[in-house]
């Protein structure tokens, strides 16, 4: 069974940071590129950052040079590093494996995490 699991989020002032985790299993963690969505109230899903299995990052606009994304391969994890928080970076944030796989030979798949709450507020 594949399972993303997300921590890490939290009540933050405006200004401060949070790093999110979010532990894989049941997937080819090494192989697996992985990302960090976010969901804010009435809003859609949208991208935030997405890496690689060899590590190439991708970020969306309006968080560039605040987030960083990084992942430990021998951990099975992805981090998500959010500095200089903004209000309106409160969301739900998801994890992704947008093309898991469970064995070397098994079809591609995606799965989500189920969530974390960040809030910004003062």
């Known amino acids: 069974q594949v399972q993303l699991v997300e921590s890490g989020g939290g009540l933050v002032q405006p200004g401060g940071s949070l790093r999110l985790s979010c532990a894989a299993s049941?997937?080819?963690?090494?192989?697996?590129?992985m990302g960090w969505y976010r969901q804010a109230p009435g809003q859609q899903r949208e991208l935030v950052a997405t890496?690689?299995?060899?590590?190439?990052?991708h970020y969306a606009d309006s968080v560039k040079g605040r987030f960083t994304i990084s992942r430990d391969n021998a951990k099975n994890t992805v981090y998500l590093q959010m500095n200089s928080l903004k209000l309106e970076d409160t969301a739900v944030y998801y994890c992704?494996?947008?093309?898991?796989?469970?064995?070397?030979?098994?079809?591609?798949?995606?799965?989500w995490g189920q969530g974390t709450q960040v809030t910004v507020s003062s």
């Open positions: 890496i690689t299995g060899g590590g190439s990052t």
């Open positions: 049941g997937i080819i963690f090494s192989d697996a590129a």
């Open positions: 992704n494996a947008p093309s898991g796989r469970t064995h070397w030979f098994a079809p591609r798949n995606e799965y």
